[in-house]
């Protein structure tokens, strides 16, 4: 059974700061793995998509990479500004029909 | 485009009443998922549907839940006799799942539950 991990829960960091959120997954038998963001009380926004097959992808100021052999991925977010905070959830998919399995969170605050 | 659109956006039912939650996917994606969020817990997947048919109901509690979307109209997840355990948000997810599928999910905003 596939489990995700997101540590620490919550994180505070102030603005400018470069960081990084951690990820990991018990099966590296995945078909994808994707970050989003939710804001409270909101849906969820994807913001990287990366494929089994890939070891990164970038978009803008974001930067998520796979390592499908040890189980983790982080995302890495440069500059960051206190928009950026939010909820970032790490989900796998294993299989093609596009099942997602969820990790918790990481709740992040960038103080101004 | 319009997005995943799910409706009501919050619903307040009293224990024993029924839920309805309806979810129209993006236009032209023929698959349907669900996901519940408990409070202070991640997104746990509940059913996968394709138009007609119910693909995977492996997370769906076995009684008073049920889930289906029609040849024509929304999908609908329905509650049954809610209890207070079921106040949580009801994602509904979509894809287009074409031989060019990357495994992208478009999720909607939620319908966020409270039962009293």
């Known amino acids: 059974k596939q489990e995700v991990t997101q540590i620490p829960a919550a994180l505070s960091v102030p603005e400018g700061e470069n960081l990084v959120l951690n990820c990991s997954f018990t099966d590296s038998a995945i078909y994808n793995l994707q970050w989003f963001r939710q804001d409270p009380g909101k849906g969820l926004t994807s913001l990287l998509l990366?494929?089994?097959?890939?070891r990164e992808q970038t978009s803008g100021r974001l930067n998520a990479s796979l390592d499908k052999s040890s189980g983790r991925s982080t995302l890495y977010i440069a500059a960051s500004q206190p928009g950026d905070s939010a909820t970032y959830l790490c989900?796998?998919?294993?299989?093609?029909?596009?099942?997602?399995?969820f990790g918790k969170g990481i709740t992040l605050s960038v103080r101004p | 485009n319009a997005g995943v659109m799910q409706n009501p956006r919050h619903l307040v039912r009293r224990r024993g009443q029924e839920a309805r939650l309806r979810c129209s996917p993006v236009?032209?994606?023929?698959?349907v998922y669900w996901y519940r969020q408990l409070p202070e817990e991640g997104l746990k997947f509940m059913v996968y549907l394709q138009k007609e048919n119910i693909i995977d109901e492996s997370g769906m509690p076995k009684e008073r839940f049920s889930a289906e979307f029609p040849k024509e109209g929304p999908s609908i997840l329905r509650i049954q006799q809610v209890v207070r355990g079921d106040s949580a948000a009801y994602f509904c997810?979509?894809?287009?799942?074409?031989?060019?599928?990357?495994?992208?999910?478009?999720f909607g905003e939620g319908s966020r539950l409270t039962v009293l």
């Open positions: 989900a796998v998919g294993t299989g093609a029909n596009s099942k997602l399995t």
């Open positions: 990366i494929q089994s097959s890939q």
């Open positions: 236009k032209g994606h023929s698959h």
């Open positions: 997810a979509s894809s287009p799942q074409d031989s060019a599928n990357t495994g992208e999910l478009f």
